[in-house]
Structure formats: C-alpha cells, structure tokens
C-alpha cells in the first residue's frame, strides 16, 4: 500500500470521527496536506453553493471577516460561481480572474495556484455543499487531482451527516406546565427590554502625554544612542550623538580658508599704505573674510549640532538603543521621545469587529497585566475614524484615554505597561448586548 493510499484512509477515518462541523472544518484545512501537499487551505460552505462563505483556514483558529485575505477569497467564490461552473474541479491562476482580483492576489502575496475542489453530497444527486481552496506555488497533477476529487466526495458526505445530526429537534408537543412556561417566557423577554450599558475589552498601552520628540537635526549616521530606556534625562544631558568625522573636516577647512582670507586681507590693509592702488581690493577681501566666516559658522553649528541633548527633564522613551548604531537618519527622522513620567495617557486599539458607539467622555476601566486587581479610572478623550493596522495584522481604531481626577493624585503607572481596556458605550437593551456580535456576524454574512 503506497503512502498516499494509507494518508487517505487515515484522513477519510479521521473525518468519520468528527464530532463536530467545527472538528470536521478543522480536519480538512489543516490534515488534508497529509494527502496532497499545498501551503494554505481555505474551507467554503453555502446551500448549494450560491453565497459561500469563510468558515475555515488552515494555521487560523478563528476566522477574521474583516481581514483583507478573507474578504479577497469570498470575492474569489463570487467570481467563479458568476462563471457558471463552480460544481468542477478548477485550477485557477491570476490570469484567470478579473483585474481586480488578479491585482489583489498579487499584493496578498499569495502562491501562483489555486485548486478549486467542490465537496459533493452523493446522496442528494451530487449537490455542492462547500469548496476547499487549496494554495500552492506549482501546478497540480492528475494523480493529486484524483485524489483530491475521491477526497472532497468522503468530506461533503461526513459534511451532510453532521448538519442532519446537529438540526434543531422539535419542541415537546406535551407540555405539562404551560403557564409556567409562558410566564417564564414572558419573564425573559421583559428581561431583555432592560437597559444595561454596552462595553467592549480592547488591548491598552500606557503612552506618555504631549512627550518632546528628538528628531535627527541633520542627515548622518548615528554613532551612538547615550541613554537606555527608562533613564532619567536632565536638561543638557546627551542623548545622541551622530558620527562626526565628515562634518569635523568640513569645519576645519571651512577655519583654515577664513585663516587664508583674513591673512590676505591683512596684506592688502597693511600694503594700501605704500601702493594706494591695493585700495581698491579692501571691499572685496573684506566681503570675502565674511563668507568664510559665515561658512566657518554654519560648519561648526553642524558639528555642535551632532551631539543632541536634552533640553527638559524626563524619562528616556524608545526601543533598543543598539538598533541605532550606524543607522543613517534623514533631518526630522524621530529617534526617541522625552516624556514627564508623571503626564501619561492610555492608547487603546479596539478592534473593528468589536467597534461600539462612543462619544467624548465615556468611561473606561484599564486593567494591566502588572496588577491585574486593581482597575484605573479613565475617560475617553479621542478616537479615530480611520482604522489602523495593528503589528499582529488586525484593524483597529486608535482610542486615547486620560486618567480620572481622582486617579491624578495617586503615583501613575510607567510608560510602557500593557493591559486590557474595558470601554463603555450607551445603553442598550440586554438583548442587544447578548447578540450583538451574533447579528453583526448574520449581516456579515447575509451582505447586509
């Protein structure tokens, strides 16, 4: 028995014993490479195939639907059953598609090849339930295909199996206590009329308050970063300093030509005395001794300039120092900032499927990592409209958040500290606050 046969039947064993539309979706997009080789995966499912949408990738656990990758495959599903045959096996390339899409796959940088492999129900005349989207850098070949196809019909009826078995069974037709029962359900519905505030959890950054930026006052190279994060700076400490050999050559040969003019302004003063027509020269010379001094001035001004120091007091605020050395910086470029540690904000990104409504002066309770008991009063004081980039490659909105008045009086927490961030909204009714991300998730998915 070759390798791949005994692949498969482990795989196909594996989907019988799915508890779960949630296992069966995990199996397939992330142990099919046992079978067939493939750098991502992504699982489709809509009733007979019109409205796909996302419900699995492989290395994912949960899937994001505000996500760039995402979003492109839905419009990918889209596309191809617009073409009229998504119930076949397809190898699909960039040239295939749209402009649009064909753009966008390249700015994704995903692999060259897509395999589009229906899942069909053989018990109910091969209907489509879903597509796997497989993701590669080369071509498929026929041996693959086969198996992906003998594949794809084992996961459409393991796919049949659990949503017959997972169905919402019928209500009792005897209930024995049916006033109790309508009066418990009058009960909940007059519950869910009632106000509460709504709140969403959002990472936090404490971020020190209007910090004095130190931008590069000229282009070079830094030699060196002086401080370490965290150090106390007093006024005309030095906090950088930028390599210095070009601009101390330029200095002295700007010095030695003033040298060079005032000498020969001071033959021409001292010889007008024997030969008047020498004279003539003095306004020149002396013109010229003021260029070089001036030249001389801008020279060594530059060189003062490459050794930057503080000008307040504060706390040193910026990664590792080492980073810096021989990194060439353009003028303006920041390099650090110098904070008042005891003038600090909260930065909160607040992801955008878990936006809320919120206006200027709404409450927020910050909980960091450091003393995870004791929760920081602040206020809403800003928020962005447009959604930002997170380095973990999340949208969000960027929140700031000042310190209450009463918290103002007690010692600030240090800048660099995270934690969680629980703002607060309007109120709303608590069957909005129990479902609101499930109706955002049946618009996302109704297109609403």
């Known amino acids: ?8 039947l482990g795989l196909e064993q594996q989907l019988r014993k799915a508890e779960s539309l949630a296992q069966l979706f995990y199996t397939l997009v992330n142990q099919t490479h046992t079978c067939v080789p493939y750098t991502q995966s992504v699982l489709l499912v809509g009733e007979r195939i019109q409205r796909p ?3 699995a990738a492989s290395d994912l656990p949960t899937v994001d639907y505000t996500s760039p990758y995402i979003a492109w495959v839905e419009q990918l599903a889209r596309f191809v059953n617009g073409q009229g045959s998504p119930e076949n096996q397809t190898q699909l390339r960039p040239a295939d598609l749209s402009a649009d899409l064909a753009n966008e796959w390249r700015e994704l940088g995903l692999p060259d090849h897509i395999l589009w492999q229906p899942l ?6 091969g209907e489509v339930a879903g597509v796997l989207l497989l993701l590669r850098d080369k071509n498929w070949s026929e041996a693959e295909q086969s198996v992906l196809q003998h594949l794809a019909g084992s996961a459409g009826h393991a796919l049949f199996a659990l949503r017959r078995g997972q169905q919402f069974t019928r209500l009792k037709s005897n209930l024995q206590h049916r006033k109790v029962w309508l009066a418990s359900l009058l009960a909940v519905l007059l519950i869910m009329l009632l106000p509460v505030r709504l709140s969403t959890l959002a990472p936090v950054e404490v971020v020190p308050k209007s910090p004095h930026v130190v931008a590069a006052p000229l282009e070079g190279v830094v030699r060196q970063v002086a401080v370490k994060p965290n150090q106390q700076v007093r006024p005309g400490d ?3 300093e930028l390599e210095q050999s070009e601009l101390a050559s330029k200095e002295a040969v700007a010095r030695q030509a003033l040298s060079v003019a005032e000498a020969e302004l001071k033959t021409v003063q001292q010889g007008g005395f024997l030969d ?5 020269r003095l306004a020149e010379l002396e013109a010229q001794v003021r260029l070089r001094q001036a030249e001389w001035q801008f020279a060594r001004d530059q060189l003062e300039r490459s050794v930057i120091t503080a000008d307040r007091p504060g706390v040193a605020v910026l990664d590792n120092p080492d980073d810096w050395k021989g990194r060439p910086v353009r003028v303006g470029e920041r390099i650090m900032q110098v904070a008042d540690p005891t003038q600090v904000e909260f930065r909160i990104m607040l992801p955008v499927k878990d936006s809320i409504s919120l206006v200027s002066g709404s409450e927020v309770r910050v909980f960091l990592d450091n003393d995870p008991l004791h929760a920081w009063s602040a206020q809403l004081s800003e928020s962005g409209y447009e959604p930002q980039t997170t380095p973990d490659q999340q949208l969000a909105y960027r929140l700031i958040a000042q310190l209450s008045e009463s918290e103002r009086q007690a010692e600030p927490p240090r800048v660099g500290l995270r934690g969680t961030a629980k703002v607060y909204g309007e109120k709303v009714s608590i069957f909005f606050y129990l479902f609101r991300r499930p109706i955002t998730s049946v618009r996302q998915w109704l297109g609403w």
């Open 1 to 8: 028995m070759s390798d791949t046969v005994a692949a498969l």
């Open 238 to 240: 030095v906090l950088i």
């Open 53 to 55: 949408h996302v419900v």
């Open 276 to 280: 008047p027509t020498q004279k003539a």
């Open 120 to 125: 069909r129900i053989e018990a109910r005349n």
